[in-house]
């Protein structure tokens, strides 16, 4: 492969071969852009094309495209934006709340701290089980102790992970973060912010959500939760939160059944007229963030997108290993038990009347976690 074109990364020359990605050219020329799968999937490697052309390999949104599947065709000149460096962290397993009967709230205390922008993700990687992706959240009452990080596991039955969770999984377990990754962080700004959450897209979503009104009050928010069923609708606290804050558009939808205020639908269906000045988020099922997407697109309005997609990594053999390993360990503190809140009266019901059955594929993606999320999660 020739090596005969200049690349400028960040205002960084580095020399680079047509037909190479850019990820590559950049590593080639001791240059890093931030990236994690490499196969056009998590956005985190998403850069601006400045000047000069490249072959966008179908990735192309305005003038950005996926650096890890974008290629070299000439001199170019690109951007990305600056994000706090990857790191590997340790920790323990410190909590595993309820939130729903199919979501459990995990917070992971840390030894050393992890920095990441609000709405970035990690690669979590629970001892004795493959890594899997969550976005740092908060409890659902805003809160968030220094050096915890809150995560939302969507349960799915039969996931080698999330099934896990509660149960091979219980406090004291240990567990590695690495990252952070991903593109749909909170950017400062003067317009309203849009933020879109299907399921437990509502994690970085609300990470974002916070952050907004934590640093940017100045601007408008408008948020969109929704999910099939009221009872998976487990983020109702975070939206209270939300309005007692002064939010006055904050809407969450079911697909079935509804109580006031909970609306019918789903959350495409209450997405405003976007226009040039809006910035958009959206998280969770890649059905819904193709359609905000789409709407996004159509309008020209800047969108920033975090697809849960099916993941494919089970058990290594040092996972089995490792597990074999726990068990012991596991039944002592099976002992101690999985804390679970109080619930509402009418959550309550709904869970004591729920039958455990397999969701069908679209009931999966809405309780599912992120980008590594099937049946084999
Ligand atoms: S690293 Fe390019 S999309 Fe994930």
Redesign the pocket.
Known sequence: MSRSCNLVINGRSVEAGIGETL?DAGLGGWTVIP???????????RVTVVRGSVDDQGTAEGRTV????ATVAGDAEIEFEEIPAMTKRTGVVSGITHLSPDVLEVVVELTTGFEYRPGQYASVKFAGFPARDYSPSLRLDGTMRPGELVFHVGRLPGGVVSSQVGATIQPGHRVQVRGPFGHAFLRDGEGPVVLVAGGTGWAPIWSLAHAARTSQRHRDLIVLAGARDLHELYMRPALDWLVQDGVRDVIGTSERDVVWPVRRGRPTHYLPSLGLEDTVYVAGPSGLVNAVKRKALATATRCYADPFLPGTQSLSLIDRVMRMLQSPAREARAAVGVRSPALSPALRSIQADRIVSTPSPSAAALTGQRRHTSASN
Request: hydrophobic content about 20%; overall charge negative; proline content about 0%.
């Open positions: 990820v990236h994690d799968c490499c196969s056009g999937q998590c956005d985190t490697c996926l650096a890890c599947q």
